[in-house]
């Protein structure tokens, strides 16, 4: 009976380990993705956004004379509870990182902290696509779940958690935003949204 050593049996016990982690870790990642996409495939965004949507304000983003993009607020009324969404319909062209670098930008201006800065970064580079005129990305807000977003009505992602949301639509809606008219515009004298700020 040959004799195996010891350290060639660790090896290939290593090795197999290795290879069960990875498979499992695959398959988990597909049943991930799975269930995402079986999740948001139940609701209709594009009836969401027509039928049970009000329009809180809208306005125009413009920059030195140049238009960028129409903007809209709007409270819905959403399958899994009352929400929020920001729908933009652009006016120009972008790249995805053009979009995922001003975001970031913006937040940073807001005082959102690096650490937080650089998690969002990487997760809004698989969600962010380049865009062109006619073009929408629709940020969808859902307490305790996070911010779901769409292009062109379509479901590409959702960032969880209440923190991000705060962050993302404070770009707009915070009274510190770069963009004060438009956010008069947006809320249309009503208060900012209580998930933003408390204070009216």
Known sequence: MTCVPASLAKFVYAFFMSKLFKTISLMLSALALSLAAHANSSINYSELLTNRAQIQG???????????????????????GASVALKIDYLKSFKSENLREQTI???????VSSVQRDKWSVELKDIFPDVKPGHSITAIYQPKVGTIFLHNEKYVGKVSGDEFSKAFFAIWLDPRTSAP???????????TPAFIS???
């Open 105 to 111: 930008k913006e937040m940073k201006q807001l005082g």
């Open 58 to 80: 809208q306005g125009r983003m413009t920059y030195w004379g140049f238009d960028l993009y129409d903007a809209k607020l709007l409270q819905l009324n959403h399958p899994q």
């Open 181 to 191: 008219q438009l956010r008069s515009q947006l809320l249309s004298e009503s208060c």
């Open 198 to 200: 408390p204070q009216c």
